[in-house]
């Protein structure tokens, strides 16, 4: 890209939570920015649609959201201050056959005295994390390549990474709910159990959990998506939806180019114009196992045996540790599981906007291999009816969409990939390339943003954010980011 003449300082490619974060972050630094979506709605996997029945608002890919209001650059924006968030007194909890469940409380304590004899272990495990939550947070959001601010909670964390993410992992406790529990937050990875990667982020999740809470957005998830857009037009920048970018000489001349795809769509985009060398580079990325999902439109909420799963804003359905990893493990080895790991969030009831009055809506996936074009409806709902006899009888209305299909709404969904690229400990430190710098690319001007970049995945804005600083530093001189807060001007 060159320095040409036109209206516009910076383009951005891809209306995502990281699309939308780099966007506006350039606009409060006083820029010009024009956004293109090649879909009719913005924020790509963080939007909110009538997927079954009309009145009943699902959320297309995240429900959840932990880094919410861990995210630096949320925090900085001031999520909390510009949409609602209801934060469920019990973050997630585990059903396990017989009636029993796993509970994790927002409160640790709380979550410590309910697990027993292995209630102590579990306090020993968290409590140095969640006394020093916001320091975990920046180290698990920052790229592995930089001195680590906070070397005591990196030691402590990297102890406990170590040991949940190896044989090991079972050796703290003495009963099923409390390995159970933990293995049913590792597996959002979607990698082999135990690894010391999904150790990683499963266990910054499991810390979020009793910090700041699994907040649910009130509206859906298209609402932490919509407060971005309504900033970014705010400071002047604007939106132009229904419009595919298919190759860089389509776009109109800028100075910066932010482009919140993955490698594969950088090199679609790109072609020729990269250096053979990075070109190798971006090739070599791996992408991950996939998910597919169900969206339900019930008449009842889900009549789970264990009356405290009622109060969950997230529920991990695969019963125990062994019959979670068992599942996890199959996918793995590009394997469909028979018992599959069903990961379910219950929307409405903290906010019953979503669905008419009296209704429920539920989001589910499972995780099935790379490219699967398997529907999974009747797997998911078998699984859940496990758990919560009679759960059949609550449907309504369902959507299914299979891994392929998940692809074809996303292509930063390589064969169903939700987080963008593989999370292997070898990947979160060459995302996708080995660089302090991993957000600049050889072309000048051209950022890449997207998941697929420090930290990865996740529904947290900072790959846009750190591309967006990245390229105010070297397109414009700017060594600090402008103030993101609401009521700023940037």
């Known amino acids: 890209m060159t320095a040409a003449p036109s209206d516009v300082d910076v383009i951005v490619v891809g209306s995502g939570p990281n699309g939308l974060a780099g966007a506006v972050t350039m606009a409060r630094a006083g820029l010009t920015v024009r956004v293109y979506e090649k879909e009719s709605y913005i924020g790509g996997g963080a939007s909110t649609r009538e997927l079954t029945l009309p009145g009943f608002l699902h959320d297309v890919c995240s429900a959840v959201h932990p880094m919410a209001l861990a995210s630096e650059f949320f925090r900085r924006f001031g999520l909390s201050e510009r949409i609602g968030l209801a934060v469920p007194d019990i973050s997630y909890g585990h059903p396990l056959p017989g009636g029993n469940a796993g509970i994790a409380w927002h409160d640790l304590e709380r979550t410590a005295a309910?697990?027993?004899?292995?209630?102590?272990?579990?306090?020993?495990?968290?409590?140095?994390?969640v006394e020093h939550s916001r320091q975990v947070a920046e180290l698990t959001g920052d790229q592995l390549l930089r001195i680590p601010a906070h070397p005591a909670t990196l030691i402590r964390f990297g102890l406990r990474v170590l040991e949940q993410g190896s044989p090991l992992w079972n050796l703290r406790f003495s009963r099923e709910v409390a390995p159970a529990m933990l293995t049913g937050v590792f597996a959002h990875s979607i990698r082999k159990l135990p690894s010391l990667a999904t150790a990683g982020a499963g266990l910054t999740l499991a810390t979020f959990a009793h910090s700041v809470g699994w907040p649910v957005p009130l509206g859906g998830s298209g609402s932490i998506t919509q407060a971005m857009a309504d900033d970014l037009i705010a400071h002047g920048g604007e939106i132009v939806t229904d419009r595919y970018i298919q190759r860089l000489d389509e776009l109109p001349p800028a100075r910066v180019v932010l482009l919140?795809?993955?490698?594969?769509?950088?090199?679609?985009?790109?072609?020729?114009?990269?250096?053979?060398?990075y070109r190798r580079t971006l090739r070599a990325f791996r992408y991950g196992n996939a998910v597919a999902k169900v969206d339900y439109a019930l008449s009842d909420p889900v009549p789970w045996q264990n009356p405290d799963l009622h109060r969950a804003g997230t529920v991990h359905v695969g019963g125990t540790r062994a019959e979670i990893a068992r599942a996890e493990n199959a996918v793995a080895r590009g394997r469909h599981a028979e018992d599959p790991y069903v990961l379910v969030s219950q929307p409405t009831l903290f906010d019953p906007s979503r669905a008419p009055e009296g209704k429920q809506v539920l989001w589910a996936y499972t995780h099935v291999p790379n490219n699967s074009g398997l529907d999974q409806r009747e797997q998911v709902t078998r699984q859940i009816e496990r758990f919560a006899p009679g759960f059949r009888d609550t449907i309504l209305a369902t959507s299914s969409r299979t891994a392929r299909d998940l692809e074809n709404h996303d292509p930063n969904y390589v064969g169903g990939d939700i987080a963008a690229g593989e999370v292997t400990m070898a990947q979160l430190v060459k995302r996708p390339v080995l660089s302090t710098d991993p957000w600049r690319t050889p072309l000048p001007g051209v950022?890449?943003?997207?998941?697929?970049t420090p930290?990865?995945?996740?529904?947290?804005?900072?790959?846009g954010w750190r591309a967006a600083l990245s390229a105010l530093k070297h397109e414009f001189g700017l060594a600090e980011g402008p103030d993101l807060s609401p009521g700023s001007k940037g």
């Open 260 to 277: 919140d795809v993955t490698p594969r769509g950088l090199l679609r985009l790109a072609g020729e114009e990269l250096p053979p060398g």
């Open 455 to 463: 930290p990865g995945p996740g529904v947290h804005g900072l790959c």
């Open 114 to 129: 309910g697990l027993g004899v292995d209630g102590p272990a579990w306090r020993n495990l968290f409590a140095p994390l």
């Open 447 to 452: 950022y890449l943003c997207s998941s697929s």
